[in-house]
C-alpha cells in the first residue's frame, strides 16, 4: 500500500529529438572529436539549455555573430539555418565551417531561391526574430521576402504584383494556426503559390497531433523545452487550444509548480523537437516521487527520418 495519490501520465509519442536536431548534435560532437578543442558555432546549435551547456562541457564555444570567432578553428551554423551573407563572410575571412542547417529548412530556402529566379515575390508566414525566419528571409535580397505573423498581416501586405506571388512557413509552426493564415492568403491573393508539400516539418506536425491525441484525457500539460524553441511553445498553445486550462512550459524537473498540480488526476507529458528523452525521464521519476504513477504511452505516429551528416565529417582528417 502506498499513501501517495494516484496519478495516470500520459506520455505522448512522438516528442523530442527530431532528425534535424539529432544531425545538429552529432555534428558538433563529430567537429570536436575531428579537429579538437574549441570548435565554435555560431548561435545554439538547438534550442536547448542542458544540450547547449553538454555541448560546452565538451568544448564547443557559443558565439552570437561569426566576427567572434576566429579564423584559425571551426565554425558551425545551427540548425535553424543562416541568412546567405553569413557563409560568404565565412569564405571571405578563409574560414573552415560546418552548415548544420536542418535539411528541412533547407528545402524551403531552395524553394525560395526558385520562386525569386521565377520572378515571384515570397510572403514567409513565420515569427519574426526568429532565428530560422531570419536565415529564410536572408536567402534572397532586402523586401524580395514580406513577413507575416497573423491572419491579420495579411490585409496589410502591401505586393509588388498580386498576380506573382508565393508562400513558404517556418518549419515549426503550429499547423492549425498556420492554415487559418495560409487561408487568408489565398482568398486575397488568388493566384498565390504554395509549396508542393508543406513546409511545416514532419516533427512538429507529428508532435502538435500526439498533443491533440492525449488532451482529451488529462487535467494539465507538461511541454519539456526551452523558451526560445517555437516549436515546444507551439505545442503549449496546441494543449490549451485542446481543453487543457493549465498547459505549462518547463525546462527541467525542477521548474515543475507542483502546487499547481495538486488535486489533479492525470498530466500530459511531451517534449519539443530539441529536449533530450533524459529530461522527460527526469520529470517521470519526479512524478513517481510524489504520486503513485501509472505511465500510458498514446502514440500517434512512428518516426524513421535520419539526416547525413556533412561529408567533412565523414572524411578522415
Not at 152 to 171: H, S
Amino acid at each position: 500500500m502506498t499513501d501517495k495519490p494516484p496519478l495516470t501520465l500520459y506520455l505522448a509519442a512522438p516528442r523530442g529529438f527530431c532528425a534535424g536536431v539529432d544531425r545538429a548534435i552529432k555534428i558538433v560532437e563529430m567537429a570536436l572529436e575531428k579537429w579538437g578543442a574549441p570548435v565554435y558555432v555560431r548561435h545554439e546549435i538547438v534550442h536547448n539549455k542542458f544540450v547547449v551547456d553538454g555541448l560546452r562541457a565538451k568544448g564547443a564555444v557559443f558565439v552570437e555573430e561569426l566576427e567572434d570567432c576566429p579564423t584559425d578553428r571551426p565554425v558551425i551554423f545551427s540548425a535553424h539555418g543562416v541568412p546567405k551573407s553569413v557563409p560568404a563572410e565565412a569564405q571571405a575571412r578563409q574560414m573552415l565551417y560546418v552548415d548544420a542547417t536542418c535539411p528541412l529548412v533547407s528545402k524551403v530556402h531552395i524553394e525560395a531561391e526558385r520562386h525569386h529566379a521565377n520572378g515571384l515575390q515570397m510572403v514567409m508566414i513565420g515569427h519574426e526574430g526568429h532565428p530560422e525566419t531570419v536565415g529564410t528571409m536572408g536567402q534572397l535580397p532586402a523586401g524580395e521576402v514580406l513577413l507575416v505573423e497573423t491572419v491579420e498581416d495579411v490585409a496589410g501586405l502591401e505586393v509588388r504584383d498580386p498576380e506573382k506571388l508565393a508562400f513558404i512557413t517556418q518549419t515549426t509552426l503550429s499547423v492549425d494556426d498556420t492554415a487559418g493564415i495560409v487561408a487568408a492568403l489565398k482568398a486575397r491573393f488568388p493566384a498565390i503559390i504554395g509549396p508542393h508539400k508543406e513546409d511545416i516539418c514532419y516533427a512538429t506536425t507529428n508532435r502538435q497531433e500526439a498533443v491533440k491525441a492525449i488532451a482529451p484525457h488529462i487535467d494539465a500539460l507538461l511541454v519539456i523545452g526551452a523558451p526560445n524553441s517555437s516549436n515546444s511553445q507551439r505545442l503549449v498553445e496546441v494543449g490549451r487550444a485542446k481543453g487543457c486550462s493549465y498547459a505549462q512550459l518547463v525546462q527541467r524537473a525542477g521548474e515543475i509548480d507542483w502546487r499547481a498540480l495538486e488535486g489533479i488526476r492525470s498530466v500530459g507529458i511531451t517534449a519539443g523537437a530539441s529536449a533530450p528523452e533524459e529530461l522527460v525521464n527526469e520529470v517521470i521519476e519526479a512524478f513517481r516521487a510524489r504520486f503513485d504513477t501509472t505511465v500510458e504511452l498514446v502514440e500517434t505516429a512512428r518516426e524513421r527520418v535520419e539526416f547525413k551528416v556533412p561529408r567533412v565529417l565523414r572524411e578522415p582528417a
